[in-house]
């Protein structure tokens, strides 16, 4: 059976290398199907295709839509696009406009909180200033001593309550999915576990999202534990969605999953790429 890996980060968003080499390094690591993800934004999808005739591998088009869903931002990964289709272009530049504004509340923030120069250190770290993340915060602040590792920063500046966190309004649930079907895209819930809802705000959020149209649940991911592989495999047959898996790779020593090191899906679930 192929190896499917169906999410994961170029230069062209928050992950470190570019899109030749995301794909080179897929390939190396027996990934047969690679999606690249990249947040919002379609630009490394060129380059990531001949990348992948060269390497001999498939390149689905994806990208990973940001979504404000009940005050909580979550994430949808598109599956299969038309990297040319204009709805899903003009939307993704708009839900990016907000990026810039955003990260300079997020220095100021942080200058609050006594750290000063971080709107010009995460943009050392960033390829276009419509690109700029929390992770391109998270690195200069690792750089600046402020914090260990990657994994401490998000905890102790970039979450909510936190010095560094801002409110920020990304794109509506409905919008996201119904842009992805225009592009011909599937939709995908991605790393479901990863999100501040309790058990009655999970089902909520999976029957809305099945209820606009959306396609698939991100089962297997490395957000998650295996318990939680059963339990989204479960959510994924009890309200008809198929499932996917992605490693959410976005750099070397950045991952919690080498590209394509993930298990296989747990029986019983339709895999999104069932038709392809
Ligand atoms: P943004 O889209 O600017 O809000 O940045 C979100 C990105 O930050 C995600 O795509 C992840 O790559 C990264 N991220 C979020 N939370 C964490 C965390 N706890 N540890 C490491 N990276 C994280
Ligand atoms: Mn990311
Ligand atoms: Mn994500
Ligand atoms: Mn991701």
Redesign the pocket.
Known sequence: MPRYDLHCHSTHS?GLLAPAAVVARAAACGVDVLALTD?DELSGLAEAREAALAAGITLICGSEL?VTWAGI?IHIVALGIDPANATLADSLAAIRGGRSTRARRIADALATAGIEGAYEGAMRYVTSERLV???HF?RYLVESGHARE??DV??RYLTPGRPGHVEHEWAQLSDAVGWIHAAGGQAVVAHPGRYQVDAGGMRRLLTEFRDAGGDAIEVVSPSHTRAQYGEFATHARVLGLRASCGSDW?GPGESWMELGALPDLPAGVVPVWRNW
């Open positions: 928050d947040h940001s931002t993340s929390r992770t998270a990657m994994k998000f905890a976005h």
